[in-house]
C-alpha cells in the first residue's frame, strides 16, 4: 500500500493520495503536541539569584504547585517584618523576633505539605524546596540562634529599666545593640531581595 502518491490522470490534472493512515498519524501527533509536549513547556524559565542563605543562581521552569508555594511564601514576607526595611529608630526588636519566628514556622509549614513524590520526581519542586529550606536554615536561622535568645534574656532581666523609657530606647541600652542592629539589618535586606526574587517566580507563569 503506497502511503503516499502523485501521478498525472488521463485528464492531465495533478492527483495526490495521502494514505488514511497518514492523516491518522498526523492527527495523533497533533494532539501528542498540544497534549504532552505542550504541557511540558507551558511554564515559563525562570531565574532567580538569592542572596539570603547564600542560595545564589538557580534557573528552573516552576510548575503550578511551584507558583503557589512560592506566593504562599512571598505574601508572608511582605505582610510581616520581613520584606519591610526595618526602622531602626522606630521598630521594635522583639516585635520583630516575634514576626520573623512566626514566619520561619510558617514557611516550614509550607514545605511540609508538598507532597513527597512530587518533590521526589519534579525538578522544579525540588529546587523551589531546597531555596526555602536553604534561605530558613542558612539564612533566617543563624541571626536568630545568635542573637534572640541572647536579647530577650538580657531584656527579662532589665525589666525595672524597661518603665523608665520607651522601648527604643530601652532596647539601645543592649551591650551588643550595634552588632545586633548591623546582623539585623542584613537580614533585612536579605529578606526584601529574596521577596523581590521569589516575585519573579510568581510573575513568570
Known amino acids: 500500500m503506497d502511503f503516499f502518491s502523485v501521478y498525472i490522470d488521463e485528464h492531465l490534472n495533478i492527483v495526490i493520495q495521502i494514505s488514511v493512515w497518514i492523516v491518522i498519524a498526523a492527527i495523533l501527533?497533533?494532539?501528542l503536541y498540544?497534549?504532552?509536549?505542550?504541557?511540558?513547556?507551558?511554564?515559563?524559565?525562570?531565574?532567580?539569584?538569592?542572596?539570603?542563605?547564600?542560595?545564589g543562581v538557580a534557573e528552573f521552569r516552576p510548575n503550578k504547585t511551584d507558583l503557589q508555594i512560592a506566593h504562599k511564601i512571598w505574601t508572608e514576607l511582605v505582610t510581616r517584618k520581613a520584606a519591610i526595611?526595618?526602622?531602626e529608630d522606630n521598630d521594635i526588636i522583639e516585635d520583630i523576633y516575634d514576626s520573623w519566628y512566626a514566619l520561619f514556622k510558617k514557611v516550614r509549614d509550607f514545605i511540609g505539605e508538598i507532597p513527597a513524590d512530587l518533590v521526589r520526581n519534579n525538578k522544579s519542586t525540588k529546587e523551589i524546596v531546597r531555596i526555602a529550606t536553604q534561605t530558613l536554615n542558612e539564612g533566617l536561622r543563624p541571626h536568630l540562634t545568635k542573637w534572640q535568645a541572647r536579647f530577650r534574656t538580657w531584656r527579662t532581666s532589665k525589666k525595672d529599666k524597661l518603665m523608665e523609657m520607651t522601648p527604643q530606647e530601652f532596647q539601645k541600652e543592649y551591650p551588643q545593640y550595634?552588632?545586633?542592629?548591623?546582623?539585623?539589618?542584613?537580614?533585612?535586606?536579605?529578606?526584601?531581595?529574596?521577596?523581590?526574587?521569589?516575585?519573579?517566580?510568581?510573575?513568570?507563569?
Not at 504532552?36 to 515559563?44: A, D, P, T, V
Not at 542592629?181 to 533585612?188: A, E, F, Q, R
Open 29 to 31: 501527533l497533533f494532539v
Open 34 to 55: 498540544y497534549f504532552l509536549i505542550r504541557k511540558l513547556f507551558k511554564y515559563n524559565l525562570v531565574r532567580v539569584d538569592i542572596k539570603l542563605g547564600n542560595v
Open 85 to 87: 526595611p526595618i526602622d
Open 178 to 205: 550595634k552588632d545586633l542592629i548591623d546582623d539585623l539589618l542584613k537580614v533585612n535586606r536579605q529578606l526584601i531581595q529574596y521577596a523581590q526574587e521569589l516575585k519573579k517566580i510568581i510573575d513568570s507563569k
